[in-house]
Structures are given as structure tokens and as C-alpha cells.
């Protein structure tokens, strides 16, 4: 979000004046509504803070205060957090996104640490509007708890032995930024969270898109336009990696390098990145139009710069090439899985895919076999099967005995640092086969094992897929 007079120094400096014109008749009452302008990173209870007052991070790189959106009338007052470093105002936590504080009444907006170690905002009629969840100090400490904006852009409510009670990290909006944990699972019943975009520029209540992961199956990532899906990563087939990513800003700008990790502990996966301490201000982001973007500041042009974007053509959009096709991400287009031919042929040859393809020849469930395709981004609506299969060989007998299984593929999702061993993934297909592509071997491809009439229940290896992707 690019906010560009979202928060206005004159503007909230009116409404300040509007507050205190209320309380002309009533002297003693005016300095109670003067902001504290210290510049302090944390805020302690007895100290609330007030519309024109910020709470400003260690280093300087982010700053807490409340802001309103150039284009709500009657104004209305958001708690956020903010780049305290750059000129372009840019918000990258809302706490009350929900539930704005209107500016229209007798006393300001406050948000205060209260004694139950809890952040609440208040309005100014005295109505909570928001308020966090933290777990009350039992601590006999006479240390007051306290909550810091670190130089990560994180509020944290610490307890007065310094230990964490609360993080904005925790509770996401729009943007992930370096150091934060994007959960994909969390605990035995999942709880993976979702970025939700604005609902526009300068509107920063819940918009229609979201990020994060398939609460189905915790194995693949989605964005979504409420609920249908725009766009969908491939299965996750275990990988516990950092990952380098480089970037360039522009022609004449700053490399930046992106170091992206998925982790599994057990009891929670997640994916985090971190850049360098000299690196420009970066940040992930899920656009109010519906994209996956991450951004670089250029201090050279002062713009947020788009180095990357999800879905990066309208070939990888949700259902795109229709059943049974697939994207080739080689030439960008629509294909026909091996075996298969275009449903509506005319259509298919003006760029018009949505109907998919179909079947040369129809199964028989006894002459059938199994076409190996490997490189593939596995299609959606599958299904999980035999959690504790350890061998591909299970996995391929599991679908050969299903007369209806179309697909299977198969992953081992072992790793060293998870205590429940060697855990494997075995995804079956009985449906249509959607949302399939051809992105090469690497980490988050499979092999996509394709049920075809005619192979007399051998399995074959589509040679020329290899030669093509080694190409």
C-alpha cells in the first residue's frame, strides 16, 4: 500500500484541535490531551498514548502511532505501525482494522498498557475497540510489564522478568516482514493463519483477498478472492531449506538477496525470510488487486519497487488450462497432459482454455498403467492417504487397486530435526486432474504418476519431459 497523504501531520493536527476546542471551557482537561511527542520505544502503563503522539522502534526503522486514511469522511483513527524511515508512509500492522475509532467525539482515542500486562485501545467515549490477548503477569515483581516496539516493526508485551506475553507478529494483516513467522501449521489441529490484503489504497478494513495455507491439508499455499482460489503453489514435498533468492532492483539499483526458509519442528511449520543488515527496506505483501507481491524501497527514487509477483503470468491463475491441462512454464501456455487432447478444439486454438481437455482413450481399469511425469506441479483435489506409508511402491499400489484413482504422486517428508521419523506423503486423485503444471525439477515439483489406458499395468517414464526440462 502506497499511502501517499494517508497520514497527514496538518490533518491529524485538527483533529487534535477538534478534541481540544470540546474542552475549552475546561483548562485542566487540555493537558490531559496533549500528546507526549517523546519519541520512547515502549509504552508502560500510566502512560497512555494519544492521536499526534508515536512510540518510535531502537534504530529508528519503525514507528507506532495512530493514522487516518485521506479518504474517510467523517475521519476515522487506525493503531498502526509504519517504515519510520522513509518518506513514503507506509503501514505495515493495523490493529483495529476492524473496528475504527471515530473522530467525531467529545475526547481522543487512547491506547494504554493495562495491569492485566494487556494492550487496550480505547475511544474516547471510553469503549474498548480493541484490546490483545496476553496471559496476566503473576510475576510479584514491583517491575511493571511493558510492551516494545522492536526495530523488526514487532510490538511486544513483555512481563516484567523480560518474557514474551504477546506479539504482533502473531497476528497478521497484509505484510510479512523479515524475521516474522508465516505459520502454515500449527499444533495437532492445524491453526495456520492468513494474511488479508486491504479492502483498498486507503482503506485498511479486511479487504477480498487472502494468503496463506489450504486449512484442508496444510500442504500447499493459495491466494484467495474470498473463497475461490486465484492461485495455488505446488504440494509441499517436504523441503527444509534456506533458499537464496537475488533480486535487482532496477537497472542501476541495489541487489537484494532474499534468504527464504521452511521449517518443521514438530510442532508448527512456517515459513520466515531474513535479508542483510545493509539491505534496502523490503517486505512481503498481499495486494488489495489480488497479488502476492514483494516489494523493495529505492532510496534512488523513493518508490516501493515490485520485484516479485504471484501469480506472475495468467497462465499460472487458478484452473487456467481446465481438467486435465496444464501450464508449461517453458512457453507459458496451455497444454494437454500425455493422453490427452482439447475439449473444445476451436476454442483451445484462440487462447481459450477454461474447458480443459479430455481423454483419448478411456480407462478399462485392466489394460491401464501408469505414465511417470516428472517436474510437475501436482493439481489440486487430492486426497491423503495411508499417513505412514514409508515406500513409493505402497503408494503406487494404493491407486493401482482404486479402479476410479486417476493420479497418484508420492514424497518423503523426512526430516532430521522433526522426533516422529521418517514421514511420507502419498496424494491420490479421483477426479478431474486441475491446476496442473510443468515447472521442472527442483524442490516443490513431483513426480505425477498418470493413470492411461493401454500401458498393461506397467509404469512408464515420458522420456522427452526429461529431455525438454534438461533442455
Given at each position: 500500500?502506497?499511502?501517499?497523504?494517508?497520514?497527514?501531520?496538518?490533518?491529524?493536527?485538527?483533529?487534535?484541535?477538534g478534541?481540544?476546542?470540546?474542552?475549552?471551557?475546561?483548562g485542566a482537561l487540555?493537558?490531559?490531551?496533549?500528546?507526549?511527542?517523546?519519541?520512547?520505544d515502549r509504552?508502560?502503563?500510566?502512560?497512555?498514548?494519544?492521536?499526534?503522539?508515536?512510540?518510535?522502534?531502537?534504530?529508528?526503522?519503525?514507528?507506532?502511532?495512530?493514522?487516518?486514511?485521506?479518504?474517510?469522511?467523517?475521519?476515522?483513527?487506525?493503531?498502526?505501525?509504519?517504515?519510520?524511515?522513509?518518506?513514503?508512509?507506509?503501514?505495515v500492522?493495523?490493529?483495529?482494522?476492524?473496528?475504527?475509532?471515530?473522530?467525531?467525539?467529545?475526547?481522543?482515542p487512547?491506547?494504554?498498557?493495562?495491569?492485566?500486562?494487556?494492550?487496550?485501545?480505547?475511544?474516547?467515549?471510553?469503549?474498548?475497540?480493541?484490546?490483545?490477548d496476553?496471559?496476566?503477569?503473576?510475576s510479584?515483581?514491583s517491575?511493571?510489564?511493558m510492551?516494545?516496539?522492536?526495530?523488526t516493526?514487532?510490538?511486544?508485551?513483555?512481563?516484567?522478568?523480560?518474557?514474551?506475553?504477546?506479539?504482533?507478529?502473531d497476528h497478521?494483516?497484509?505484510?510479512?516482514?523479515?524475521?516474522?513467522?508465516l505459520?502454515?501449521?500449527?499444533?495437532?489441529?492445524?491453526?495456520?493463519?492468513?494474511?488479508?490484503?486491504?479492502?483498498?489504497?486507503?482503506?485498511?478494513?479486511?479487504?477480498?483477498?487472502?494468503?496463506?495455507?489450504d486449512?484442508?491439508?496444510?500442504?500447499?499455499?493459495?491466494?484467495?478472492?474470498?473463497?475461490?482460489?486465484v492461485?495455488?503453489?505446488?504440494?509441499?514435498?517436504?523441503?527444509?531449506v534456506?533458499?537464496?533468492?537475488?533480486?535487482?532492483?532496477?537497472?542501476?539499483?541495489a541487489?537484494?538477496?532474499?534468504?527464504?526458509?521452511?521449517?518443521?519442528?514438530?510442532?508448527e511449520?512456517?515459513?520466515?525470510?531474513?535479508?542483510?543488515?545493509?539491505a534496502?527496506?523490503?517486505?512481503y505483501?498481499?495486494?488489495?488487486?489480488?497479488?502476492?507481491?514483494?516489494?523493495s524501497w529505492?532510496n534512488?527514487?523513493?518508490v516501493w519497487?515490485?520485484?516479485?509477483?504471484?501469480p506472475?503470468?495468467?497462465c499460472?491463475?487458478?484452473?487456467?488450462?481446465?481438467p486435465?491441462?496444464?501450464?508449461?512454464?517453458?512457453?507459458?501456455?496451455?497444454?494437454?497432459?500425455?493422453?490427452?487432447?482439447p475439449?473444445?478444439?476451436?476454442?483451445?486454438?484462440?487462447?481459450?482454455f477454461?474447458?480443459?481437455?479430455?481423454?483419448?482413450?478411456?480407462?478399462?481399469?485392466?489394460?491401464?498403467?501408469?505414465?511417470?511425469?516428472?517436474?510437475?506441479?501436482?493439481?489440486?483435489?487430492f486426497?491423503?492417504?495411508g499417513?505412514?506409508?514409508?515406500?513409493?511402491?505402497?503408494?503406487?499400489?494404493?491407486?493401482r487397486?482404486?479402479?476410479?484413482?486417476?493420479?497418484?504422486?508420492?514424497?518423503?517428508?523426512?526430516?532430521?530435526?522433526?522426533?516422529?521419523?521418517?514421514?511420507s506423503?502419498?496424494?491420490?486423485?479421483?477426479?478431474?486432474?486441475?491446476?496442473?503444471?510443468?515447472?521442472?525439477?527442483g524442490?516443490?515439483?513431483?513426480?505425477?504418476?498418470?493413470?492411461?489406458?493401454?500401458?498393461?499395468?506397467?509404469?512408464?517414464?515420458?522420456?522427452?519431459?526429461?529431455q525438454?526440462?534438461?533442455?
Amino acid at each position: 500500500r502506497r499511502l501517499r497523504s494517508t497520514l497527514d501531520p496538518y490533518r491529524n493536527s485538527q483533529l487534535m484541535a477538534g478534541w481540544l476546542a470540546f474542552t475549552c471551557c475546561a483548562g485542566a482537561l487540555i493537558l490531559l490531551f496533549l500528546p507526549s511527542l517523546a519519541s520512547e520505544d515502549r509504552l508502560v502503563s500510566g502512560k497512555p498514548l494519544y492521536p499526534g503522539a508515536t512510540v518510535i522502534s531502537d534504530g529508528g526503522a519503525f514507528a507506532l502511532g495512530f493514522f487516518a486514511p485521506s479518504n474517510s469522511t467523517p475521519a476515522k483513527l487506525y493503531l498502526g505501525i509504519w517504515y519510520n524511515d522513509i518518506p513514503e508512509l507506509t503501514v505495515v500492522w493495523v490493529a483495529n482494522r476492524r473496528n475504527p475509532s471515530p473522530t467525531n467525539t467529545f475526547s481522543p482515542p487512547t491506547l494504554s498498557l493495562s495491569n492485566s500486562s494487556n494492550l487496550v485501545l480505547s475511544d474516547g467515549g471510553g469503549r474498548v475497540i480493541w484490546t490483545t490477548d496476553a496471559v496476566a503477569s503473576t510475576s510479584s515483581s514491583s517491575s511493571p510489564s511493558m510492551a516494545v516496539l522492536e526495530n523488526t516493526g514487532n510490538l511486544v508485551v513483555r512481563s516484567p522478568n523480560g518474557s514474551m506475553l504477546w506479539q504482533s507478529f502473531d497476528h497478521y494483516t497484509d505484510t510479512v516482514l523479515p524475521g516474522m513467522k508465516l505459520r502454515f501449521k500449527y499444533g495437532a489441529q492445524g491453526g495456520g493463519q492468513h494474511l488479508v490484503s486491504w479492502k483498498g489504497p486507503g482503506d485498511p478494513s479486511p479487504g477480498r483477498f487472502s494468503y496463506g495455507a489450504d486449512p484442508a491439508t496444510h500442504l500447499q499455499i493459495f491466494v484467495w478472492d474470498g473463497d475461490r482460489p486465484v492461485v495455488r503453489s505446488s504440494p509441499w514435498t517436504g523441503y527444509l531449506v534456506v533458499s537464496e533468492r537475488q533480486y535487482q532492483q532496477d537497472n542501476n539499483g541495489a541487489a537484494v538477496v532474499v534468504y527464504m526458509s521452511v521449517v518443521d519442528d514438530g510442532e508448527e511449520i512456517y515459513m520466515t525470510y531474513t535479508v542483510a543488515a545493509d539491505a534496502p527496506r523490503i517486505r512481503y505483501v498481499v495486494t488489495h488487486s489480488g497479488e502476492y507481491q514483494l516489494r523493495s524501497w529505492s532510496n534512488k527514487s523513493s518508490v516501493w519497487l515490485v520485484l516479485s509477483r504471484w501469480p506472475s503470468q495468467e497462465c499460472k491463475r487458478y484452473g487456467y488450462c481446465g481438467p486435465y491441462g496444464y501450464c508449461d512454464d517453458l512457453v507459458r501456455t496451455c497444454k494437454c497432459l500425455h493422453g490427452f487432447e482439447p475439449e473444445n478444439t476451436k476454442e483451445w486454438d484462440k487462447g481459450r482454455f477454461s474447458a480443459g481437455c479430455r481423454r483419448k482413450d478411456l480407462l478399462d481399469c485392466k489394460d491401464d498403467g501408469f505414465l511417470a511425469l516428472p517436474g510437475m506441479k501436482s493439481p489440486d483435489g487430492f486426497t491423503r492417504v495411508g499417513r505412514d506409508m514409508s515406500t513409493s511402491e505402497e503408494c503406487a499400489a494404493e491407486c493401482r487397486r482404486n479402479c476410479s484413482c486417476v493420479a497418484y504422486a508420492y514424497a518423503n517428508l523426512s526430516s532430521g530435526r522433526r522426533s516422529g521419523g521418517n514421514v511420507s506423503r502419498c496424494l491420490v486423485w479421483s477426479a478431474d486432474l486441475v491446476d496442473t503444471a510443468k515447472i521442472g525439477e527442483g524442490l516443490d515439483s513431483d513426480t505425477l504418476y498418470l493413470r492411461l489406458a493401454g500401458l498393461n499395468g506397467t509404469t512408464k517414464y515420458l522420456h522427452f519431459f526429461l529431455q525438454i526440462l534438461s533442455s
